[in-house]
């Protein structure tokens, strides 16, 4: 136990009160208290014993040395600073935890071309975007700070590109060619959905009757999963990682129980050429020929991810064999093939609240106009119109027993849960409305389903006859959980471990920069003979041998 100090009049009074005890009235460190290895007011530090030269002095000060010490645990020996503590030296531009170079703060602790370091220590950004030198969370840098020409405003790539080289101009990648390039993460080399590879060149889930296998970027978590986040993509420092794991700075939430105001579901468009246009070799038999509704033309259950043909053997109205069908959902010479996305918005009620509910609507559905085999000349418009094709939409939802699925269109329209047959509007007709109800417990059992588990629902649609084409599709309550991250860098406040946050953060001398962090400045303890600074003294006080101008005080 510590003696009571004496006070002014040599007799053993208890501490004031309304001090920390630690401390005189005055705020001066208690002697008899230094070296108690607890912090108290007035210390810098408190290793536990009152020697000098072990860091911290016989009155709890910091000691100098040659590059300082880090007293970091109280009753703790001190240590030396050293290259790679994380912890700005005396002699040290930077210190970023590691000495190694090439990210930033070199191996010798000095600033590397491009960077931008903290000044009290800890892991370096990018400089500024558009200095030519990818640094930081930059993906890319082409010479400029200008988004929509594959590198943002913020360096970051920009959908559908690659920027190998810095300070060249991106250009677009190609989804098909087996390089996985740029924003893609995968390339399988062909348009076929569930095969693990979207045709947009993204990760897909891989689930067998409701059980899935994580994959980091499929933008789906699973319940159970040990994914902190998913936000569709593998790319670091855009607030989940490439790994799924929550990265600081960034607020990060689950959108499920906050809908979006709109879903994109993957979608591939197979242009045909009509079986009137008798001087085209690629012509093709089942479109722009027979009319009339027809059920049955399709099996129960997909095979290999398609609709099985049903008809084999026997009569049917408007289809022609096998062989034919067997094109109209896979890449052949008849085809030419498009990928798109089909943009659900979100509905809301009669008090503007979101309803889980995403519908597409489109009563002049011709997403291929001015495109495909019109494009090339082998088949004329018709009313204006590219008519002749096929679509097929996925989307893979979490069962809860609230889904509901609507649709509304011409012609053939099928649709299948968990690969089997769930609407059948086949055939050649004017729109017609068909819905898939998983919300009776008996859906469950025709689909096999259970709660929890991760399932397929498909769309597949036909228009084949130059008339009219309808597209309208409703997804109620088929949500999952993924992740949307934004960034608090850049929304005008300083919060931990922010530097600062000027909502622009240009980067240059005296500004805030990117990754809000200082820029180089007067008082960062390191001379910038290019803006003027003769001197740098780490501080900004203008009572010392260096102003806080950075120029030499005189007198």
Not at 17 to 39: E, I, W, Y
Request: charged share 25%; net charge negative.
């Amino acid at each position: 136990m510590v003696d009571p100090k004496p006070d002014g009049g040599g007799g053993n009074n208890p501490p004031d009160a309304s001090t920390d005890g630690g401390t005189d009235g005055g705020g001066s460190v208690d002697p008899l208290d230094c070296g108690n290895g607890t912090l108290q007011a007035g210390e810098a530090c408190d290793d536990g014993n009152v020697n000098d030269g072990d860091g911290c002095s016989s009155v709890c000060t910091l000691e100098t040395g040659e590059n300082g010490w880090i007293c970091r645990t109280p009753g703790q020996p001190c240590v030396r600073n050293v290259c790679g503590d994380g912890v700005r030296g005396v002699k040290e531009a930077c210190d970023d935890f590691n000495a190694r170079s090439g990210d930033g703060c070199s191996a010798t602790c000095t600033v590397e071309s491009g960077w931008n370091c903290p000044s009290t220590g800890g892991n370096c950004q990018a400089a500024k975007c558009g200095d030519n030198i990818v640094a930081g969370d930059e993906d890319c840098e082409d010479g400029n700070a200008t988004a929509g020409d594959g590198c943002s405003a913020t360096c970051r790539l920009e959908e559908g590109f690659k920027c190998p080289t810095p300070g060249q101009a991106c250009s677009r990648t190609t989804c098909g060619d087996k390089k996985v390039e740029g924003t893609e993460q995968c390339d399988d080399g062909n348009n076929d959905m569930g095969d693990g590879c979207s045709p947009l060149c993204k990760r897909e889930p891989s689930c067998t009757n409701g059980n899935c296998t994580a994959i980091c970027g499929d933008n789906l978590i699973l319940p159970g999963s040990t994914e902190e986040c998913d936000d569709g993509n593998v790319r670091d420092n855009d607030g989940c990682s490439s790994q799924c794991k929550l990265e600081a700075g960034f607020q990060c939430k689950q959108i499920e129980s906050e809908p979006p105001p709109e879903v994109k579901i993957p979608v591939v468009y197979r242009d045909f050429i009509g079986n009137d246009q008798t001087g085209q070799a690629q012509r093709h038999t089942d479109f722009e020929n027979k009319n009339g509704s027809e059920k049955g033309i399709v099996k129960d259950d997909l095979v290999n991810n398609k609709p099985a043909y049903a008809k084999a053997g026997v009569t049917s109205s408007t289809t022609h064999g096998e062989a034919l069908f067997n094109q109209w959902y896979t890449d052949s010479a008849r085809s030419k093939t498009y990928v798109d996305q089909l943009t659900l918005t979100q509905q809301k009620d009669s008090q503007g609240r979101p309803t889980g509910t995403y519908v597409f609507v489109n009563n002049t559905y011709f997403p291929l106009d001015k495109k495909g085999w019109v494009a090339s000349g082998n088949e004329p418009e018709r009313s204006g119109h590219n008519f002749s094709f096929t679509s097929e939409v996925r989307y893979w939802f979490e069962y809860k027993g609230t889904e509901k699925l609507e649709f509304t269109g011409d012609d053939d329209v099928w649709v299948f849960v968990n690969k089997k047959l769930a609407l059948d509007l086949g055939g050649v007709h004017s729109a017609e409305n068909g819905t898939v109800d998983l919300t009776p417990a008996s859906a469950a059992t025709k689909y096999n389903l259970r709660k929890g588990g991760v399932y397929e629902a498909v769309v597949f649609q036909a228009e084949r006859h130059t008339n009219a084409s309808n597209y309208r599709l409703t997804l109620a309550n088929f949500t999952t959980k993924r992740t949307e991250c934004t960034s608090s860098c850049g929304d005008g406040q300083v919060q931990p471990p922010e530097e600062c946050d000027t909502g622009t953060n240009p980067g240059g001398y005296g500004q805030c920069a990117p990754g809000c962090i200082f820029g180089p400045r007067c008082g960062d303890g390191v001379v910038q003979e290019a803006f003027g600074e003769s001197c740098d003294d780490g501080n900004d006080d203008n009572d010392d041998l260096c102003s806080n101008t950075c120029k030499p005080r005189i007198g």
